[in-house]
């Protein structure tokens, strides 16, 4: 058997050697640039999908949808022709939360008053238009005090008289603004003859002032207790007791709900020109809570003069507001009926309290003719008198405020009653004088004569 030479062998063997070498090294360079193609592929892919999220994020969690409604024409690559589509939010940069900004209540009061609704039934006036109108709230033209704050007369640009309520407030929570604007929203809708209308307001620098209609200055309890007037005629005093039962009956029927005075006097109630009775201030009751501590200590005062009228479950649980109405309205017919005021602390301890006083006289003939005012004595028959006795009585009833009979009911009573006392005045053949036409008249006003009766039953 024969050998190949050593050389052979080792040429042979090196032949093969440099060809799969370079084999070898073409592959490995073939893979290397696959493999960095491939590599640049996905890190330009992830780059876009990085992007991609980031924009999808910085829209939905830091930016506003922005959004013009225009529309923009749009071509793409599958329909060359132009599409309309709407444009893209707009990405907002992302802002760091700001740290909170202490905010007063001045300026609470005055972004209030640049966005609230105001009542659409009232004009608004500007602070600078009510103090040229009250010639800056001057002494001269004070009216007077009561429980929500001092009365101005006022004269308004187009020669109107008015009366504008200065209202002091304590600093008020965004809440209470509403509240107040919600109750100038009420009040504002009030139209009754017997009511007096609101006209305008201002909520303007920490200012709450109203404006009214101007009635007067002649209020009933002027009319009944100062000395300088002659007494009122039963048919006027008739003609007072039903007007203010009308306006109740309008605030407790008319609006859901009810709404109640709580304060009605003799003092809220104004007399016009014709001695129409004007109930001022109806409802502004649920503003007291708001005004200052100066003006609540005012009301303090003034509610201690005024404590014939409160009924004896003021305050207490579950009360009426309209109830208490009622209450009030029977102490007003009492003073119509008896001059007397309904709490003189300068009588007798025993006669303080009107309604305490009366309460036992009202259902005794001898007693109730005692009780009259003098000014009127006689003017009426003793059934007139009995029947105008039984109203009372029904209104100020002090254990079982549930008795105590609806507004409406007392209206319709009042009603009644005046049409006896027409048919007994036109069947009287004895006195051929008018018991209804006393005068009412003095130095200090023009009031010449009473309104004829017949009014009355209208």
């Given at each position: 058997?024969?050998?190949?030479?050593?050389?052979?062998?080792?040429?042979?063997?090196?032949?093969?050697?440099?060809?799969?070498?370079?084999?070898?090294?073409?592959?490995l360079a073939l893979l290397g640039t696959f493999f960095a193609l491939f590599a640049v592929r996905m890190n330009h892919r992830r780059a876009q999908?990085?992007?991609?999220?980031?924009?999808?994020?910085?829209?939905?969690?830091y930016s506003l949808p922005v959004s013009t409604g225009r529309e923009y024409p749009v071509a793409t690559e599958d329909n060359p022709q132009m599409k309309r589509v709407q444009p893209p939010p707009?990405?907002?940069?992302?802002?760091?939360?700001?740290?909170?900004?202490?905010?007063?209540?001045?300026?609470?009061?005055?972004?209030?008053?640049?966005?609230?609704?105001?009542?659409?039934?009232?004009?608004?006036?500007?602070?600078?238009?009510?103090?040229?109108?009250?010639?800056?709230?001057s002494e001269e033209n004070l009216l007077g005090e009561g429980p929500l704050g001092s009365v101005y007369r006022a004269k308004l640009p187009d020669g109107q008289f008015a009366v504008v309520r200065n209202i002091p407030m304590s600093s008020l929570s965004l809440h209470e603004e509403e509240q107040f604007?919600?109750?100038?929203?009420?009040?504002?809708?009030?139209?009754?003859?017997?009511?007096?209308?609101?006209?305008?307001?201002?909520?303007?620098?920490?200012?709450?002032?109203?404006?009214?209609?101007?009635?007067?200055?002649?209020?009933?309890?002027?009319?009944?207790?100062?000395?300088?007037?002659?007494?009122?005629?039963?048919?006027?005093?008739?003609?007072?007791?039903?007007?203010?039962?009308?306006?109740?009956?309008y605030l407790h029927s008319s609006f859901c709900p009810p709404i109640a005075h709580s304060d009605l006097k003799a003092?809220?109630?104004?007399?016009?020109?014709?001695?129409?009775?004007?109930?001022?201030?109806?409802?502004?009751?649920?503003?007291?809570?708001?005004?200052?501590?100066s003006v609540k200590l005012r009301a303090?005062?003034?509610?201690?003069?005024?404590?014939?009228?409160?009924?004896?479950?003021?305050?207490?649980?579950?009360?009426s507001g309209t109830k208490s109405d009622t209450y009030a309205l029977g102490v007003l017919l009492l003073e119509l009926l008896t001059g007397r005021k309904a709490f003189d602390s300068s009588g007798p301890r025993g006669e303080q309290l009107l309604v305490k006083w009366a309460s036992t006289r009202l259902h005794d003939r001898r007693s109730l003719e005692q009780m009259i005012d003098g000014g009127i004595a006689g003017t009426f028959s003793s059934r007139v008198a009995s029947q105008y006795a039984d109203i009372?009585?029904?209104?100020?009833?002090?254990?079982e405020k549930e008795f105590r009979p609806a507004v409406s009911e007392i209206v319709e009573a009042l009603t009644a009653l005046i049409q006896k006392q027409n048919k007994e005045a036109s069947s009287s053949v004895a006195d051929k004088t008018d018991p209804f036409s006393k005068s009412f008249c003095s130095s200090r006003t023009r009031f010449i004569s009473s309104p004829t009766f017949s009014y009355l039953s209208s």
């Open positions: 058997m024969n050998f190949p030479s050593p050389q052979k062998v080792k040429k042979k063997k090196k032949g093969i050697g440099a060809g799969s070498t370079f084999l070898l090294v073409g592959g999908n990085l992007a991609a999220s980031h924009r999808s994020n910085n829209s939905i969690a707009v990405p907002q940069l992302r802002h760091l939360p700001s740290p909170p900004v202490r905010i007063d209540k001045s300026a609470k009061r005055k972004s209030f008053s640049a966005t609230c609704q105001y009542p659409s039934f009232a004009k608004l006036f500007s602070a600078a238009e009510l103090q040229l109108a009250t010639n800056c709230f604007t919600e109750v100038l929203q009420t009040a504002s809708k009030l139209r009754h003859p017997n009511i007096v209308t609101l006209l305008g307001f201002c909520i303007e620098n920490g200012e709450h002032l109203l404006v009214y209609e101007y009635v007067g200055h002649l209020s009933l309890y002027n009319a009944m207790h100062d000395e300088v007037y002659k007494p009122l005629s039963w048919g006027l005093r008739l003609r007072i007791a039903i007007g203010v039962a009308r306006a109740l009956d003092t809220n109630i104004l007399l016009d020109e014709e001695l129409t009775p004007r109930i001022a201030d109806c409802g502004l009751a649920s503003l007291r809570p708001l005004t200052s501590n303090s005062e003034i509610a201690i003069q005024n404590t014939g009228y409160i009924a004896p479950e003021h305050g207490q649980p579950g009360s009372i009585s029904l209104c100020t009833q002090q254990v």
